[in-house]
């Protein structure tokens, strides 16, 4: 018991110096020099104000699994969960621990919006909240991956969201396979294993398939110095013109007027 408690501890310090850091250097609309930049920024806050009574169907999703005695076998392909990493959990911890809250699930809205927004990715769709969101604002199609079939079966809309589609298994086969028949991703929202090698090479895959009005989203940036580093590798590539950190997650933009540049931001 000792044991366990000191490698939890140990595996919190990270995050939390990292906030700290994050805290430290994030800047608000104020502070932004780039005429873009602050009007996408105010966009931002504008988008998600004026959404304050859409999409309640999906929070009321959110509240039924939080309530579900329901638990599941669940098949784990990546780092696991920091809050509950055993092999059967209740859904409604895997809803509370492992899903975007309506925030943050706004914020790819947004970011999607920005896009053509015609094909649409998910890595990571966990229990179906962000897929939900992101489905409302998707023009075309939005494919989200899940390698549990388990977790995939409780997110599979009933009924509704009738442009999302669920793809199940492991991510390093399902992927690959898909994007061969793909000729362009508009936005993407990789959120899955949280792995160093795993982020870098879905990444790397949906490249590929970008065009200069894609955006990409990569979740739990600081979640571990593994994803950092990640983090950090991504943003430094050529093809990336504009990184925004938000903390929880980055934003990715492949065309921006100025010199590349990379913001953190507050949110």
């Known amino acids: 018991?000792?044991?366990?408690?000191?490698?939890?501890?140990?595996?919190?310090?990270?995050?939390?110096?990292?906030?700290?850091?994050?805290?430290?250097?994030?800047?608000?609309?104020?502070?932004?020099?780039?005429?873009?930049?602050?009007?996408?920024?105010?966009?931002?806050?504008?988008?998600?104000?004026?959404?304050?009574e859409i999409d309640l169907?999906?929070?009321?999703?959110?509240?039924?699994?939080?309530?579900?005695?329901?638990?599941?076998?669940?098949?784990d392909f990546g780092a696991g969960s920091k809050s509950v990493n055993t092999a059967k959990r209740k859904v409604s911890d895997i809803t509370k621990y492992s899903t975007s809250n309506r925030k943050f699930a706004q914020l790819y809205q947004f970011f999607c919006t920005l896009t053509p927004a015609e094909t649409v990715l998910e890595?990571?769709?966990?229990?179906?909240?962000?897929?939900r969101y992101l489905s409302t604002v998707t023009q075309g199609q939005l494919y989200s991956f899940e390698g549990c079939e388990e977790i995939a079966r409780?997110?599979?809309?009933?009924?509704?969201?009738?442009?999302?589609?669920?793809i199940t298994g492991e991510l390093c086969k399902t992927l690959p396979t898909y994007l061969k028949n793909v000729k362009k991703v508009d936005f993407a929202l990789i959120d899955a294993t949280h792995t160093y090698e795993g982020t870098l090479n879905y990444f790397?895959?949906?490249?590929?398939?970008?065009?200069?009005?894609?955006?990409?989203?990569?979740?739990?940036?600081?979640?571990?110095?593994?994803?950092?580093?990640?983090w950090q590798e991504i943003r430094n590539k050529p093809e990336v013109k504009l990184s925004l950190d938000f903390y929880e997650c980055g934003i990715l933009f492949f065309d921006f007027s100025g010199e590349k540049a990379d913001y953190i931001l507050d949110f």
Request: aromatic fraction near 10%.
């Open 154 to 166: 409780i997110a599979q809309p009933a009924k509704d969201f009738k442009n999302l589609s669920i």
């Open 204 to 230: 790397n895959q949906i490249l590929e398939k970008t065009h200069s009005k894609s955006i990409i989203a990569i979740g739990d940036i600081h979640w571990s110095k593994g994803m950092e580093k990640a």
């Open 57 to 75: 169907e999906i929070e009321v999703f959110r509240e039924q699994l939080l309530l579900s005695k329901e638990v599941i076998e669940v098949q």
């Open 123 to 131: 890595l990571g769709t966990c229990t179906g909240i962000s897929s």
């Open 1 to 52: 018991m000792q044991i366990t408690s000191t490698i939890d501890l140990l595996n919190k310090v990270p995050p939390l110096i990292s906030y700290f850091k994050y805290w430290l250097e994030k800047e608000d609309k104020y502070s932004l020099q780039s005429p873009f930049l602050f009007t996408t920024y105010q966009n931002l806050f504008s988008f998600i104000k004026n959404r304050k």
